[in-house]
């Protein structure tokens, strides 16, 4: 098991930066591809990024490739998420989510959920 909170959303213009971070806590962190995902209004919870348990293989969706950065602190038990050139698509409640049996490609449900942070862009 284990226990996920994010923090950092908040207010942004559009075109400015916004750092996400999701703190674990409860079995080891190391071991866990971690990902980020997000949910707009009336929209089904997308993919955003994942990352692997070493942080040396990442992925990315394509409406946020080049803008956004994953990477993970082991040490800090600490999942990121860098938004730049944010824009009014990418306002959202996004989620952090950890899997000790998925691989940082998959595409199947992830087993522990965080409980959100809200990122609102204004154009």
């Known amino acids: 098991q284990v226990h996920l909170v994010e923090s950092g959303g908040g207010l942004v213009q559009a075109g400015g930066s916004l750092r996400l971070s999701c703190a674990a806590s409860?079995?080891?962190?190391?071991?866990?591809?971690m990902g980020w995902f997000r949910q707009a209004p009336g929209n089904e919870r997308e993919f955003v990024a994942s990352?692997?348990?070493?942080?040396?293989?990442?992925r990315y969706a394509d409406s946020v490739k080049g803008r956004f950065t994953i990477s993970r602190d082991n040490a800090k038990n600490t999942l990121y998420l860098q938004m730049n050139s944010l824009n009014a698509e990418d306002t959202a409640v996004y989620y952090c989510?950890?899997?000790?049996?998925?691989?940082?490609?998959?595409?199947?449900?992830?087993?522990?959920w965080g409980q959100g942070t809200q990122v609102t862009v204004s154009s």
């Open positions: 990352i692997s348990w070493s942080g040396r293989s990442t």
């Open positions: 409860g079995r080891t962190f190391s071991t866990y591809t």
């Open positions: 989510a950890a899997s000790d049996t998925l691989s940082v490609s998959s595409t199947r449900p992830y087993d522990y």
